[in-house]
């Protein structure tokens, strides 16, 4: 690709470390260098396809995985700042580029001649490649036979018209619910209205005000700002219309409602997923997962549905002693559930929210999850000073390797504003990969923390401390992986093995070893005390019955829509209501996600029809951890080199059933889950 250096997206990258160089990047160079690179990758397969030459592994394969580089670091840029600094000409562009991306992917994996070259190599392997190029073999064969390159030309334009609609209608579905979390906020006028919030609460609302350019207190639809009201406030009032304009973004009748786009997104996939010969959008997406069809979905999630509700039902009898004593009238409303929730929690366990989050300071959680990184793998992180960044709250660590050597850049984005989507992600930069020299990555946390007052430490929940190092397990399984070729790199594994390495990250959190060494408090110094955390870990298990069906509702409706029998006439609001009938879904609970902000499964498709996955990697979780406590040590060196080789370094190496058995020696069963939820033996309220 010729260079414009005029377009800082075009040229050489002579930044630190090559992050991307924001300093110079607008909005306006994305357009051209967007084009000038899938101009670029087209013509390169283009070539591949008219090599005269027979297909061999280099000039197919190779030739295919290096067609697309140049393109994947503008496109890792674009979206990166799509989804965590957007203004309104990035969301311009990317409504602009939504179809032309999946024109652009239509007409490579679409393309007879590439994939009659594939699939020549996969008929006649070279017996003398090895277990990594047959895996790049196996994993271009299946995505290109997924994508519909088997199918006829009628097929092939439908599926292509198909895909660019698709496109759009993600793009659109998801500004919809940033449009309706940006514009929204709760002023708190007065003492009255900030009656119950502890300090730093106040303090939070004060800034969430600051940040908006307003004066006072707000609560904003972000979850650290929603969720922390929804805990404190002794307002019924105000929680009753915090709660009412968080479970309704999208689902506004305004015009920004996403029932209709739900609607043609489910018909689109199912025409989609009848093309590629499956009966369902489901069936077709599981093919090719851990969990391989709907059905063991549906069994997964009934596992844990049946005794989570009965712990649900429990739960309520007890929430519901609470309101009487207070007085009220009325029965516990989802409004209510974590007010109430927070002062049984109190009672039991002689501890709330507000007595632990001083020790919980963001940056000895930063500091947390490195030293546990270090124990486990020999990692070490130092702040970079003079990389560019694109928001001045982005800061970024070097990651070395035990022996000194540099592993990659970690980027974290911590606090929420209004430009970000809702949400906690890892993505990157730049993925590691051996393809023309040791390319070593550049991954990126980013969250929705609530941003402290200037000069203040920003101080978290449990829950965001849990989210925490569940993203940085997301970042380790890109900064660790070992692989040579860009598809196998990192994350880029079946959506429901992605979570294992984040999901188990967050046991070390409540390790003592961790608690002891970093829950400082922020004003004192002091460690935490023995006795509160004794407090945290006996409660670990509290609320679990709402946990569990709050999640699991919305993975069943998820399941159910996309392996519905027909959906040509099918509307979104009443299909999400029949759906959590039938499933009995209890009144004082909603769904963790309902339907018009599902962003997961509707901004794009890579978590539809697979929001369980968090489910079926905790039951990979919860079993693996237990490889630590066998050895008797949660650092065992022997147990953490084992995992680092068979899950974290890997990629997608190989079959993720086999990755996991290389490290555990066996399929784990739902055991270790239903303990660790504290589900096992639940019997019915009463």
Known sequence: MTADTTNPLLAEWDTPYGMPPFDRIRPEHFRPALDAAMADQRNAVERIAADPEPPTFDNTLIALERSGLPLSRIAKVFYGLVSADTNDALQAVEREMAPLFARHANAIYLN??????????????????????R???????????????????????????????LATLGTLFSQNVLADESAWTLPLDGPGDLAGLPDWAVAAAAQAATDRGL?????????????TFLQFSTRRDLRETAFEAWISRGANGNDHDNHDLIAEIVRLRDERAKLLGCETFAEFVLADAMAKTPDAVANLLRTVWEPGVRLA??????????????????????????FYADRLRKRRFDFDESELKPYLQLDRMIDAAFWVAGRLFGLTFKPVDNAPTYNPDVRVWRADAEDGTFLGLFVADY???????????????????????????IIVNVMNFSKPPEGEPALLSIDDARTLFHEFGHALHGLLSDVTYPLLSGTNVATDFVELPSQLYEHWLFERAVLDRFAVHYETGEAIPEALV???????TFNQGFATVEYTASALVDLDLHRADDVSDLDAKTFEAKALDAIEMPEAIVMRHRLPHFLHIFAGDHYAAGYYSYLWSEVLDADAFSAF???????????????????????NLRDPADAYQRFRGRMPTADALLKKRGLADVAPAG
């Open 534 to 540: 004794e407090k945290v870990l006996a409660a670990r």
């Open 313 to 338: 039902e429990r739960e309520t009898i007890d929430l519901q002693e609470l309101v009487a004593e207070d007085g009220g009238n009325h029965d516990i409303a989802p409004a209510d559930w974590r």
């Open 135 to 165: 895996r790049l073999l196996e994993r271009y064969h299946t995505n290109f036979t997924r994508a519909g390159a088997a199918l006829d030309k009628a097929g092939k334009q439908r599926l292509a018209d198909i895909n660019e609609r």
């Open 415 to 441: 606090f929420a504003r209004p430009s970000k989507r809702g949400g906690a992600w890892m993505s990157g930069f730049r993925s590691q990969n051996r393809l023309d020299g040791d390319v070593r990555p």
């Open 629 to 651: 406590e066998e050895a008797g040590d949660p650092f065992d060196p022997e147990t953490a080199a084992r995992l680092r080789e068979s899950v974290y370094a890997a990629g």
């Open 215 to 227: 004066t006072g207190h707000v609560v904003t639809l972000a979850r650290s700002s929603v969720e």
């Open 112 to 133: 007879p001649a590439v994939f009659q070259r594939i699939t020549a190599l996969s008929d006649n392997p070279d017996l003398g490649w090895t277990d990594e190029q």
